[in-house]
T-cell receptor, first 116, second 113 residues
Framework: GAVVSQHPSWVICKSGTSVKIECRSLDFQATTMFWYRQFPKQSLMLMATSNEGSKATYEQGVEKDKFLINHASLTLSTLTVTSAHPEDSSFYIC????????????FGSGTRLTVV | KQEVTQIPAALSVPEGENLVLNCSFTDSAIYNLQWFRQDPGKGLTSLLLIQSSQREQTSGRLNASLDKSSGRSTLYIAASQPGDSATYLCAVSQSGGSYIPTFGRGTSLIVHP
């Protein structure tokens, strides 16, 4: 079945530094990848949608200069949290789909970011 | 705008019970509906995917049904086990658009021995 690998699974960083999270589709070509943020006991909040080779489409209220998304290939998308602050601490999850979404969505295992 | 509601928000049952988790959506023009499981601090694991033309899907002890006209889906878990304890999320993808799924807030399930 479709597998999406997300790294790192957890990261602690100092305030003001940048953190990069990787999302890879291991056995399929991900034409579209999604980045979500999840707060404790809340559902997933879509941050942005990225298509390979195109600029990401950000949801309203998400700062694109703070959350840089790159989808340079059909198997890799990255989310960089720039100049991180404690309020950026959260659980970030990526998702990927191939072809039309007939195949459904496959999720990564998530990244727990803690900014101190 | 599609809205997805899951009932109940939380459920605690003894091992062995048969369970029904509910998902309702406001716009019936969907492309597909997917049920996921999320363990604490983990990503989402896909359980069942139902296309808009299908009525149900089964996998092991899990059965998901879809009634587009009434905007409802149910996830049936037979003979529940402690290992089924997790949060179950329902996601609906819209047709005629970007297919981006809309998630419900989930049902938190605890199955105690």
């Amino acid at each position: 079945g479709a597998v999406v690998s997300q790294h790192p699974s957890w990261v602690i960083c100092k305030s003001g530094t940048s953190v990069k999270i990787e999302c890879r589709s291991l056995d399929f070509q991900a034409t579209t990848m999604f980045w979500y943020r999840q707060f404790p006991k809340q559902s997933l909040m879509l941050m942005a949608t990225s298509n390979e080779g195109s600029k990401a489409t950000y949801e309203q209220g998400v700062e694109k200069d703070k959350f840089l998304i790159n989808h340079a290939s059909l198997t890799l998308s990255t989310l960089t949290v720039t100049s991180a602050h404690p309020e950026d601490s959260s659980f970030y999850i990526c998702s990927a789909t191939g072809q039309a979404s007939n195949y459904g969505y496959t999720f990564g295992s998530g990244t727990r970011l803690t900014v101190v | 705008k599609q809205e997805v509601t899951q009932i109940p928000a939380a459920l605690s049952v003894p091992e062995g019970e048969n369970l029904v988790l509910n998902c309702s959506f406001t716009d019936s023009a969907i492309y597909n509906l997917q049920w996921f499981r999320q363990d604490p601090g983990k990503g989402l694991t896909s359980l069942l995917l139902i296309q808009s033309s299908q009525r149900e899907q089964t996998s092991g002890r899990l059965n998901a049904s879809l009634d587009k006209s009434s905007g409802r889906s149910t996830l049936y878990i037979a003979a529940s086990q402690p290992g089924d304890s997790a949060t179950y999320l329902c996601a609906v993808s819209q047709s005629g658009g970007s297919y981006i799924p809309t998630f419900g807030r989930g049902t938190s399930l605890i199955v105690h021995p």
